[in-house]
């Protein structure tokens, strides 16, 4: 995965191991975990960044306290944390969810929203941001033909701010590449505005700092 990611010019990848009550990923140890990734990476001669965070489940957020919640954000840097809505559309919940982190000093970044889309999901991203949170779509899903239509539409509502590549494995699925979808919003998004989705806010993200508003 890290040649992959290396490949396709990808500098710094978070690892971000789902947490959720039905994968045992103890918090307390994705630190040293990352660590020793790193070094077989370094070993490999591979010029790729590994970074702490998790993939955190609507229901497990609702539970863990402010240190656990900490153990989870992206990059380490104790403010972003990726939260997976729980299955199905998007509801209400969710953003009680987040207004419940926000009184941790915690923020959230929307996970994959085009797999809980209702006939709502444009209110219900709206609403999320109004309240600070930042929406990552799959790479791949803006890449495909079939579907870039549609993620397309929500980045012209302000609606997309950051991408990830959702890959879980180098054998199957997605892989670790990003660049298909930023090609694919290069007609919609001005170059700084692109600089803001690819660079700037992941920077701000995982050094735990407020990312500043995107250019238009």
């Not at 559309?89 to 915690?106: F, M």
């Not at 690819?198 to 993200?205: K, L, Q, T, V």
Request: one cysteine or more; charged letters at 20%.
């Amino acid at each position: 995965m890290a040649r992959q990611a290396q490949d396709d010019g990808i500098e710094a990848v978070c690892a971000t191991p789902h947490i959720r009550d039905d994968h045992d990923v103890p918090l307390e140890q994705i630190g040293a975990r990352v660590a020793e990734l790193q070094d077989h990476v370094t070993a490999a001669e591979l010029d790729v960044r590994i970074l702490t965070g998790g993939e955190l489940a609507q229901a497990r957020a609702q539970r863990l306290s402010y240190t656990e919640l900490r153990l989870a954000t992206l990059g380490g840097g104790g403010r972003w944390l990726l939260l997976e809505p729980s299955p199905g559309p998007i509801t209400a919940e969710l953003a009680k969810t987040v207004r419940r982190l926000a009184a941790h000093g915690l923020q959230a970044i929307i996970a994959h929203p085009e797999r809980h889309a209702g006939s709502d999901l444009e209110e219900r991203l709206a609403e999320l941001v109004e309240l600070g949170c930042l929406v990552q779509w799959t790479a791949a899903f803006i890449a495909d033909p079939s579907t870039a239509d549609t993620a397309l539409a929500f980045a012209r509502s302000g609606l997309l701010h950051v991408l990830g590549s959702d890959a879980h494995s180098a054998r199957a699925g997605r892989p670790v590449r990003l660049a298909a979808g930023f090609a694919s919003l290069a007609p919609v998004c001005s170059a700084e505005r692109l600089a803001w989705i690819a660079e700037r806010a992941p920077g701000a993200i995982i050094n735990g700092d407020p990312v500043a508003p995107p250019p238009p």
